[in-house]
Structure formats: C-alpha cells, structure tokens
C-alpha cells in the first residue's frame, strides 16, 4: 500500500521558486507549491513505505539546492 505525505519546505531567501520547480521533478512527487507562512514551499509525495518515503526527503528533497529544513507530515486515514 503506497503512503503519502506533505513536506512543509523552508528555503534559503529567494530560493522558494527553484526550490519548488526542482522538487516538482523529483519521482515521487505529485505536487509542489510555494506558499506564504512558516513553510515556504509544500510538496505532496507518495512513495511503496514508510522507509521509502524517509529515503526520499533525506536522500532527494533536503539535497535539493536551497532547502534549509523539512517536516514531514504522513497522511492518515482515520
């Protein structure tokens, strides 16, 4: 069963447009959107697991030029 999250993006100043363009072509990725707030850029992922998922934002989306921080948020159906 494949799981899905929001990672809540802060980049470096000015670097939010890239960040979400170059995020937008990661595999995984179904969406990237720059927003206003804490976080300036949330990206919806999907990945086979949990593990996989970790993979992903630490090995692909934190290596992503002008990233600073991530949160990772697993979408739950309750």
Do not use: F
Not at 54 to 66: A, H, P, Y
């Amino acid at each position: 069963m494949a799981v899905k999250a929001y990672v809540l993006i802060q980049t470096e100043v000015g670097k939010s447009a890239h960040v979400s363009v170059q995020a937008a072509r990661l595999d995984g990725v179904i969406s990237a959107a720059d927003v206003t707030g804490p976080y300036d850029v949330i990206v919806q992922v999907e990945a086979d697991s949990i593990d996989d998922l970790g993979k992903m934002v630490v090995s692909r989306l934190q290596l992503t030029d002008g990233v600073t921080r991530t949160l990772t948020c697993p979408i739950v159906k309750l």
